[in-house]
């Protein structure tokens, strides 16, 4: 993961990052989606432009998932 850009303390929107993602494991997002999506795994290569609050951050661009995998604990289901 290559990531550049801003991140201003104490303002409102202090994110103003571009990520790049070649071959990104997908489990490092397993800590963040506890409760709603767990066993999270794959690989992601794309770019990806994210803004905005630390607290909402607003991501845009686009990936490309291989060997994606997730589970809804919820629904108790698994998707590939």
């Known amino acids: 993961i290559q990531l550049n850009g801003n991140i201003q303390v104490g303002q ?3 994110l103003d990052l571009h990520a790049r993602l070649d071959r990104a494991n997908l489990e490092l997002l397993n800590p963040f989606m506890k409760g709603a999506v767990d066993q999270i795994g794959g690989f992601a290569t794309g770019r990806l432009r994210i803004k905005g609050a630390l607290t909402a951050p607003a ?6 998932v291989s060997n994606g995998i997730f589970r809804i604990p ?5 998707y590939t």
Do not use: P, R
Request: some cysteine; glycine content about 14%; charged content about 15%.
């Open 59 to 64: 991501i845009k661009g686009s990936c490309y």
């Open 74 to 78: 919820y629904l108790g289901t698994t």
């Open 12 to 14: 409102e929107h202090a």
